[in-house]
Each structure stands twice: as structure tokens, then as C-alpha cells.
């Protein structure tokens, strides 16, 4: 699977919808965006804290409402001549999505979403299927899957020295999570001790070819990129030719 970080985020404003469009147009199997709460409990696509690195101003988004934040261009910090891009809603993005493909919902905020989240799910239009939630925070997933264990939710690991898979292992059986993301380019034993154990793979942010092959020859499920048109028409090119 080929999913387009934060929608195709190389050529159009990260989390928009128009980079979500965009994904879609270049053939990505799923959409991965970042999302939080805000002050009205309305869940928006963001990545930061605040607002000041895509928006151009500061404004904290746990403390705001959504109207507040609606009147906001989150398409400042993209070079290009765009139209204003607001900071969509779960909602808007849900259904931007076909029905053969997916999303991988990336909480960026603690287990306090989940709630608010599930609703959102509940009264949507996409089967649970589609929907894959992704987070750093452990409890985040354990909160999700105590809830909603009929939906896939992966542990998110930032591999920055030599890992203990034991323990990852263990980890991801007490949150109950169905897979491990990681950021991991070098280690294919990471890779097949996580997919031995019955758990999903998924790699990030991989805008490379060689490494994205790599990474799929040792079992990755997905791999995560900016580039979701170039990795598709490149692992084309390779494997119908």
C-alpha cells in the first residue's frame, strides 16, 4: 500500500484538502493526516500544537474553537501560487475518500480524542475497513481498541537507537494494537520480528524507491511518503516492465 503522508504533501499544502485531492489523483492506496482536538471538541487536521508553521499566525488549537480556526489559510507556509486552504475537519476529509481506499488517522493529542473520535466514525460513510488510527502515544491506542477493538490501530516507534523487539513486543500486546509504524530503513530483523509475531508493519516517511522496495521485500504493509504519485508510477515501472 502506498499512502500519501499528510495527503501528497510534496505538491500541495500538507493536511488540506486539496492535498488530499491531490493523493487521490496520483493513485494512493490511503491517505494519512494528523488530527486534534479542539477547544469545542471538533476534530481538525493539524499537525502541530499551533498554528503559526502552516498559518503564519499563532494560535494554540486545544484552546481555540473551530470557528476560530476555520478563519485561518493553512496553505501559508507552501510555496506556490494556491487559493486559501482552511484547516479541514475529520469529516470534510472522510469523504474525500473512495470507496476502495483508505485512511490512516494519526492522533497527535492524548487519549481524550477518542470519544469524540469513534462518533465521528460511527456517523461516517466508510466501512471500518478503511480506517486504520495511528498514534506515538501508547495509552491513545489502548483508550481506542478498549472501545473500538473492531478497528486496526498501530503503535507508532521512533526508531533512534538499537531496539529491543522484546519489548516492543510486549508492548504492542498490552495495548492491544494491531501493528508497529516505525521510521526504520536498516533493520529487516526489526521488520520480521514484528510480522513473525502476527502484527502489521508500516514504514515511514519513505520518499526513496530502493529503500520502499527494501522495505516491502521484508514485509512492510505500507509504506508511508510524500511522493505517493512518483513511488506509484516508479514501483510500475519496475514490476510491469
Known amino acids: 500500500m502506498i499512502v500519501a503522508h499528510r495527503g501528497a504533501s510534496d505538491d500541495a499544502p500538507e493536511n ?15 491517505i494519512e493526516g494528523d488530527f ?29 474553537t473551530y470557528a476560530e480556526l476555520s478563519q485561518l489559510d ?27 481506499k483508505g485512511i490512516y488517522i494519526e492522533i497527535k493529542c492524548g487519549p481524550e480524542i477518542v470519544p469524540t473520535l469513534i462518533n465521528s466514525i460511527v456517523n ?9 488510527i495511528i498514534a506515538f502515544d501508547n495509552q491513545v491506542i489502548k483508550a481506542f481498541k478498549l472501545i473500538a477493538p473492531d478497528i486496526k490501530a498501530h503503535w507508532l516507534y521512533d526508531v533512534e537507537e538499537p531496539v529491543n523487539s522484546h519489548e516492543l513486543l510486549d508492548s504492542l500486546r498490552d495495548i492491544k494494537a494491531d501493528g508497529l509504524g516505525s521510521n526504520n530503513k536498516n533493520s529487516q530483523e526489526l521488520v520480521k520480528s514484528i510480522t513473525k509475531a502476527g502484527f502489521e508493519y508500516h514504514s515511514w516517511t519513505i520518499d526513496d524507491i530502493q529503500i520502499a522496495e527494501q522495505l516491502l521485500k521484508w514485509g512492510a504493509t505500507s509504506i508511508t511518503t510524500n511522493k505517493p504519485g512518483y513511488l506509484r508510477q516508479q514501483l510500475s515501472i519496475k514490476y510491469t516492465s
Open 36 to 64: 486534534r482536538l479542539t477547544k469545542d471538541e471538533q476534530i481538525v487536521c493539524i499537525h502541530d500544537e499551533d498554528t503559526s508553521r502552516t498559518c503564519g499566525k499563532k494560535l494554540i488549537v486545544a484552546e481555540c
Open 16 to 30: 488540506t484538502l486539496e492535498a488530499f485531492h491531490l493523493a487521490w489523483l496520483q493513485n494512493a492506496d490511503a
Open 74 to 100: 493553512a496553505s501559508k507556509h507552501f510555496k506556490g501560487d494556491l487559493a486559501p486552504q482552511s484547516i479541514p475537519l475529520l469529516g470534510e476529509v472522510f469523504k474525500t475518500i473512495p470507496n476502495n
Open 124 to 132: 461516517s460513510n466508510l466501512r471500518k475497513e478503511q480506517i486504520s
